[in-house]
């Protein structure tokens, strides 16, 4: 069966520190990957794509990379600070199917002073 | 507003009635979708409006589910006869279409319905 790993516990890091959250999968062979925050009670919010043949996309204190041969993606958040403290959801798409995104079921990261 | 507007936020009702819930999406983006997030799940696509297309509703669970955008804009999701199965957060989702798999989707707030 298709499936869309990312872990399931929860991720507690002190400030500062580097949050790196991953997102595995089987049976797909997508396009392009998403990352997208979560806080409670909103909607998803958009932060970084990426495509098949990229490996790596940086954005400000976040970076993703995404290794198609691992069918595995790892998101990076640098110098972290509570107010980073979300759900972080992956999310694939693939050629021809329209942009509909196929999402993990998302890790809650909390950062601690 | 900026945003993808939804409605109601919330909506309590009785098993086996009906319910319809309202998405605004941005103004300009032609690409529409509907996705459901159960407690402890993932978003779980329902449907996907592109333009003047045939939808994509590949993900409707049953024939108790409908949606329609009139006009290229707003868009309402029909749930008919109600099950407890149903109880979830409905979130509308839009982005600058084309059909390409490559946009970033940006979503409202959703709705969060309670079948009693």
């Known amino acids: 069966s298709q499936k869309i790993e990312q872990n399931s516990e929860a991720l507690n890091i002190q400030e500062g520190k580097t949050a790196t959250l991953t997102c595995n999968y089987t049976?797909?062979?997508?396009?392009?990957l998403q990352w997208y925050r979560q806080d409670p009670g909103r909607g998803p919010v958009f932060l970084l794509l990426i495509r098949e043949n990229e490996k790596e996309k940086r954005k400000e204190r976040l970076k993703v990379t995404f290794d198609t041969t691992l069918k595995q993606s790892l998101f990076h958040i640098t110098a972290s600070q509570p107010a980073d403290s979300a759900t972080y959801l992956c999310?694939?798409?693939?050629?021809?199917?329209?942009?509909?995104?196929?999402f993990g079921t998302g890790t809650q990261l909390k950062v601690e002073l | 507003g900026a945003g993808v507007s939804q409605s109601p936020s919330n909506k309590v009702t009785e098993k086996g009635k009906d319910v319809e819930l309202r998405c605004d999406p941005i103004?300009?983006?032609?690409?529409l979708y509907w996705y459901r997030q159960s407690l402890g799940q993932g978003l779980e696509f329902l449907i996907y409006f592109q333009g003047n297309s045939a939808p994509d509703k590949s993900g409707l669970p049953s024939d108790r589910f409908s949606a329609e955008r009139t006009g290229g804009s707003v868009s309402t999701l029909t749930i008919q006869r109600t099950q407890q199965e149903d109880s979830a957060v409905y979130l509308c989702?839009?982005?600058?279409?084309?059909?390409?798999?490559?946009?970033?989707?940006?979503f409202g707030d959703g709705t969060r319905l309670s079948i009693l």
């Open positions: 989702a839009s982005s600058r279409g084309g059909g390409y798999s490559n946009q970033p989707q940006h």
């Open positions: 999310a694939l798409s693939f050629e021809g199917g329209g942009n509909k995104l196929t």
């Open positions: 049976n797909y062979s997508p396009a392009y």
């Open positions: 103004s300009g983006h032609t690409a």
